[in-house]
T-cell receptor, first 113, second 114 residues
Framework: DVKVTQSSRYLVKRTGEKVFLECVQD?????MFWYRQDPGLGLRLIYF???????EKGDIPEGYSVSREKKERFSLILESASTNQTSMYLC????????????FGSGTQLSVL | AQSVTQLGSHVSVSEGALVLLRCNYS??????LFWYVQYPNQGLQLLLK??????LVKGINGFEAEFKKSETSFHLTKPSAHMSDAAEYFC????????????FGTGTLLAVQP
């Protein structure tokens, strides 16, 4: 069965900490995505990667960076966590054509105190 | 700017009633359109997608959606709601091109009353 695995379901961090959110997919997908989900705002794209070592900024990249050294793994990095980054973070992957569906992980609820 | 609009952040229906969730997109270029569903404490999963093969698209769990170019709409319907349909529903659009990204609407939370 297809799987997108996010390393943590819940995470609590302090303001100013460097935070790593990890995502691994086992489907050999080219494209991977990081979204954040906030009530009333839907899903907003932070970054996406269309292949290994390739990345593109999404709609809200400020305060975030990403790393994709291997095809199966896509990491989201909060360089210096702030309270306004408290959110649900969703990772997704898909095969390359744009009409292919996204497979989502179950999400990481990050709280920054 | 390219966007997708979902009218109604909360919709409540009775069990057995028609479900209608609205989605409109902004583009003169035919897009790829998707509906995703998110059950409580889960990630999103695909309900159905439109890729220009047919204007009426059937998805899982009895849902369907009709692409209407003249109205730039892709509304989701189900003839008879079930308690298990209670979830949040997201419309999404992809336009291709170099950015190749998927834009999501703000979501509609569907409640089903017994």
């Amino acid at each position: 069965d297809v799987k997108v695995t996010q390393s943590s379901r819940y995470l609590v961090k302090r303001t100013g900490e460097k935070v790593f959110l990890e995502c691994v997919q086992d489907m050999d997908h080219e494209n991977m995505f990081w979204y954040r989900q906030d009530p009333g705002l839907g899903l907003r794209l932070i970054y996406f990667s269309y292949d290994v070592k390739m990345k593109e900024k999404g709609d809200i990249p400020e305060g975030y960076s990403v790393s994709r050294e291997k095809k199966e793994r896509f990491s989201l990095i909060l360089e210096s966590a702030s309270t306004n980054q408290t959110s649900m973070y969703l990772c997704a992957s898909r095969r390359s054509p744009i009409n292919e569906k996204l497979f989502f992980g179950s999400g990481t609820q990050l709280s920054v105190l | 700017a390219q966007s997708v609009t979902q009218l109604g952040s909360h919709v409540s229906v009775s069990e057995g009633a028609l479900v209608l969730l609205r989605c409109n997109y902004s583009s003169s270029v035919p897009p790829y359109l998707f509906w995703y569903v998110q059950y409580p404490n889960q990630g999103l999963q695909l309900l159905l997608k439109y890729t220009s093969a047919a204007t009426l698209v059937k998805g899982i769990n009895g849902f369907e959606a009709e692409f209407k170019k003249s109205e730039t709409s892709f509304h989701l319907t189900k003839p008879s709601a079930h308690m298990s349909d209670a979830a949040e529903y997201f419309c999404a659009v992809s336009y291709g091109g170099a950015t190749n990204k998927l834009i999501f609407g703000t979501g509609t939370l569907l409640a089903v009353q017994p």
